[in-house]
């Protein structure tokens, strides 16, 4: 009896060692949270968690704030965010694509921000365009993204003004033998919707209608219509059947080495693209994606990245403070630029970095007659049915009957 | 079969079910065992304080009762001498109602649900969404300049807006009772007009105000045109909800088109009378519609028999192939006549050691037409993922690559274990090297390896990562983007689940009960068939 008494209180011992040790690793959470002068959690990808953290923290020591900056990988950060509010263990902050709004306004988990009229304008018109849902700003803008012809300036000086002069020197180049392919345009095997886009909507295909607000029109499907389909047989004769310009072995993957190692004089990329174009030490310039000859011109897509507050944080009225009045400070979008150079949202920082970075210049003008990229939730529906249409065109489909299945397809997902 | 052992004719003895005495047939206490059940229970009840800390706090008492109950029955249960059979089975039984049975049953109660994005919460948070989501800024209103202030401690005193009015530079105090005029002599305000000081008042730091953010977001001074709420710590802004919710008709109403949603408890969101739903929904039960949509909808079912057939023959090929080419390999290096056995080994394990993962996606670029390395190698131009065979001939070579390491591998363990005497005997009696194999050293195999090769046949039939890290169910005909030549049912359903109108929780758990049943059904029929076999060599 003895003995099993002794192990009673070992066990009870030990228990409260265990407790003490599981619960040290919040210590701000399980104590009172108001003695701490309140924290504010930021979830942002891993690039972008490095380049916040000092400013998060010179944020929080100047207004007695705890501020942690959590990296999440950016594939799954959208819906571990929309898990994680909805349990009540989410951020306050987020920082995120504007195309998740839709379905972050759906689910409930982000409230709008106000922003004040001088503001507004101290972003760029269609950073804040893109992050205006419904009437309402949703979030603050940091950068944009568009893609742009990325051109090997040593195999091919002149810049193209059409799709056609495009071809014509890819394939002087390639009969020449100094390049394999005439353009590097990523397809893959299912299709690639947001670089064919630019292609698609120059031969005057749409994704959606528009609303008389200027907003996009879930029940105004393109897909389908005689317009796409017109447009898919110009893009069905850059295709494998047609010029050969248009692959699906060129993808994701292999398109930008394919460019740095010279087996293509021109890249459809992003700034994403630029630091390995440098790497690999080829003269380079940045020019607007040409569009077919007598057709509108290219517009590619027009991405934001924007800071967002969470709807079930636990300290919004800071977390409004920090997204509203802290993050639209010029320093903060230069030294996101830095950890990753996409051109920053905010004028007065763009004009900052033109100086010492034209690319940015360059990727603004490419992106100038772009398209917001569409927000709402039916987008979700649009992306792997059009891709797939895309490459089955590409790889020699008939261009009406696969566009209609795909509109057909991509109608029915729509609620 | 099992009744010749379990059975309870007449000849089997029946156990004794009758009260038995507390046996004290336990050995002495060691200070080592002593020492370990002390550690491993003082463990188990230090998980369970820690848990306990987070259900208060939630106030999930049923959850709370059920840790207390749990663990005081284990403690009770390895503190006492008495039902030592108990002491065996319990953890084992509390894994699989923890990890089997609880996730089945929540997968099951989902199904019924339309749990998925934009019906994810209650209808009272759906409510709070839309109302929260329509304040807009009252067209022409001023903007304050905010300091959030209190009468009393700034930890707990009634707190109070103190806004300044850019315009005229005049400082009002707001709170819920609405808003009143200070005279200028009591406060002091910095360059952007922003109370620094009030007589009467206490202002709070950010990180006070932090601390009561959640009263701070609430607090709205009444006024003529709406309310003035926080823009964050620094601004004020007089808004006015758009949309409210009447508890009267229970709808939503648009102050502006005087547009009426009203709430359908079917659908879990609020429909406008020309159809038009609002975007936040809530989670409500479905009944089978679920369950029906898989058996109905012409683009689930029509391609579903098809996808079957493709995955049951892409496990069983992925299962046996690897066994052949594993047995193949074990068979020819367990001859002592082979000279450097052991390096032969080493080579042959080594896909086995590298992560699938990547290996998945480096044989993915290796099948690209004009730049992948067997093409190229070959000098051939096959499109491998653009031709349906092709594409599946092509994961399935993947699939042999990465898997029969793991089957040399035990097949090597299991050749080893069979003595050498049988086959000796066998040739001794003249038997021929084949029939020795196919009628001695094959069945002992099996024997050994059959639960092995249902489990990989079984692994096999969800093998997500093997299809979706290459072809992603590549070749899709032309006419239908929602189902692919190499398609298994798990990738098949997961695009139709998670691919259009983002993720669909409750119908994904409406096919995985599909996809379940199947299993089971597959698993329970070779079961049988594996404890025929094992009666028969046994």
Redesign the interface.
């Given at each position: 009896m003895r003995i099993r008494s002794a192990g009673v209180a070992a066990a009870v011992a030990l228990a409260l060692a265990a407790a003490g040790c599981g619960g040290g690793e919040e210590p701000n959470t399980t104590e009172s949270p108001r003695a701490a002068g309140g924290k504010l959690v930021i979830w942002a990808d891993d690039k972008r968690t490095a380049a916040l953290k000092p400013f998060a923290e010179k944020f929080g020591q100047a207004n007695g704030v705890t501020v942690e900056v959590q990296a999440v990988a950016n594939d799954v950060l959208q819906t571990t965010f929309v898990t994680a509010s909805q349990q009540g263990s989410g951020p306050d902050i987020v920082v995120g694509a504007h195309d998740w709004i839709g379905n972050l306004v759906q689910n409930g988990a982000i409230d709008p921000v106000q922003l004040s009229a001088t503001q507004k304008n101290a972003f760029h018109p269609t950073a804040l365009k893109a992050v205006t849902f419904s009437g309402q700003t949703y979030g603050v803008p940091y950068a944009m993204e568009n893609l742009a012809l990325i051109r090997n300036t040593q195999l091919a000086p002149e810049a193209p003004r059409t799709i056609e002069e495009l071809v014509a020197t890819g394939k002087r180049l390639k009969a020449d033998k100094k390049v394999s392919e005439v353009l590097c345009l990523q397809v893959g095997q299912n299709g690639d919707a947001y670089h064919i886009y630019p292609l698609y909507s120059s031969a005057g295909g749409t994704l959606f209608g528009t609303t008389p607000e200027g907003d996009y029109d879930p029940k105004n499907l393109g897909v389908g219509t005689p317009e796409s389909i017109a447009a898919f047989r110009k893009i069905a004769a850059l295709g494998e059947k047609g010029e050969g310009v248009l692959k699906r072995s060129i993808t994701a993957e292999n398109s930008i080495s394919l460019f740095t190692g010279k087996k293509c004089a021109f890249l459809v990329s992003g700034p994403w693209a630029i630091s390995d174009v440098k790497k690999a030490g080829l003269a380079y310039d940045v020019t607007p994606v040409p569009g077919f000859a007598g057709a509108g011109p290219a517009r590619p897509f027009v991405g934001v990245q924007a800071f967002y507050v969470a709807a079930k944080g636990q300290n919004k009225a800071v977390a409004q403070e920090f997204a509203a009045n802290y993050v639209s400070t010029p320093e903060l979008a230069v030294a996101l630029y830095q950890a990753d150079p996409r051109p920053p949202a905010l004028t007065a920082a763009l004009d900052q970095l033109m100086g010492t970075d034209p690319d940015l210049a360059k990727f603004l003008d490419a992106g100038k007659d772009g398209a917001v990229l569409p927000a709402i939730p039916a987008m979700a529906a649009v992306w792997d049915p059009f891709g797939k249409a895309e490459a089955a065109i590409i790889g020699g489909a008939d261009p009406a009957a696969t566009l209609t299945s795909a509109g057909k397809t991509i109608a029915g997902q729509i609620k | 079969m099992e009744n010749r052992e379990f059975g309870a004719g007449p000849a089997t003895p029946v156990p004794h079910r009758g009260p038995v005495p507390p046996r004290h047939h336990a050995g002495p206490?060691t200070v080592t065992g002593?020492a370990v059940?002390?550690?491993v229970?003082?463990?188990t009840?230090?998980?369970?304080?820690?848990a306990a800390?987070p259900l208060v706090d939630a106030g999930a008492w049923a959850g709370l009762t059920l840790l207390v109950a749990a663990t005081a029955g284990l403690?009770y249960l390895y503190?006492t001498r008495r039902y030592v059979p108990a002491k065996y089975l319990v953890p084992g039984t509390l894994f699989l109602l923890a990890f089997q049975v609880l996730p089945v049953l929540y997968t099951v109660a989902t199904a019924f649900t339309n749990f998925g994005?934009?019906h994810?919460?209650s209808k009272q948070?759906?409510i709070?969404?839309i109302q929260?989501?329509?304040?807009?800024?009252v067209p022409g209103s001023t903007?304050y300049a905010l300091a959030?202030a209190t009468t009393g401690d700034p930890?707990t005193g009634p707190l109070v807006f103190l806004l300044t009015d850019p315009a005229t530079g005049t400082v009002s105090v707001g709170d819920a009772g609405g808003l009143r005029q200070l005279a200028a002599e009591d406060v002091t305000v910095d360059a952007g007009g922003r109370v620094t000081a009030a007589r009467g008042y206490t202002l709070l730091?950010?990180?006070?105000?932090?601390?009561?953010?959640?009263e701070?977001?609430n607090l709205a001074v009444p006024t003529a045109g709406g309310a003035i709420?926080?823009?964050?710590?620094?601004?004020a802004?007089e808004?006015k909800a758009q949309r409210t919710y009447d508890a009267g008709c229970d709808c939503i109403r648009d102050a502006e088109s005087g547009k009426v949603w009203t709430a359908d408890a079917d659908l879990g969101a609020f429909v406008a009378a020309d159809g038009e739903?609002l975007?936040?929904?809530w989670k409500v039960g479905v009944g089978f519609q679920n369950l029906t949509r898989v058996v109905t909808d012409p683009?689930i079912s029509g391609p579903f028999l098809r996808t079957l057939i493709w995955n049951l023959c892409f496990a069983v090929a992925s299962a046996g192939g690897t066994f052949a080419l594993g047995l193949l390999c074990a068979l020819a290096l367990h001859s002592p006549r082979v000279r450097g056995r052991t390096i032969y080994r080493v080579l042959l394990i080594l896909p086995y050691a590298m992560p699938s993962f990547a290996m998945l996606l480096v044989w993915r670029?290796m099948f690209?037409?004009?730049?992948?390395l067997l093409n190229n190698l070959l000098g051939m131009h096959v499109?491998w993922?653009?031709n349906a065979w092709s594409a599946r001939a092509a994961v399935l070579l993947v699939q042999l690559w990465l898997g029969f390491p793991y089957m040399f591998l035990v097949a090597t363990g299991a050749l080893q274990a069979i003595p050498a005497q049988l086959t000796e005997a066998a040739s001794v009696d003249g038997a021929s090297r084949w029939q020795s194999f196919r009628r001695i050293t094959l069945p002992l195999l099996l024997v050994a390896l059959s639960p092995l090769l249902i489990a990989s046949f079984a692994y096999n039939f969800n093998n997500f990562n093997a299809i979706y890290l290459t072809?992603?169910?590549?070749?899709?005909p032309?006419?239908?983007?929602?189902v692919g030549a190499t398609d298994l049912l798990i990738t098949y359903t997961y695009?139709l689940a998670f691919?259009?109108?983002?993720?669909q929780y409750g119908f994904a758990a409406a096919i995985s009960i599909f996809i379940f049943t199947l299993v089971a059904i597959i698993a329970a029929v070779t079961f049988r068939r594996t404890r025929q076999q094992e009666e028969v060599y046994s």
């Open positions: - | 206490v002593l059940k002390v550690v229970l003082g463990l009840v230090g998980i369970a304080v820690w800390f403690c503190l994005d934009g994810r919460g948070e759906a709070v969404a929260t989501a329509s304040v807009t800024q903007e959030v930890a730091t950010i990180g006070q105000a932090g601390a009561r953010s959640e701070i977001t709420r926080s823009a964050g710590l620094s601004r802004y808004g739903r975007a936040q929904g683009n670029d690209n037409t004009d730049f992948g499109d993922f653009g072809t992603e169910g590549a070749p899709f032309a006419d239908n983007p929602s695009r691919g259009g109108q983002g993720a």
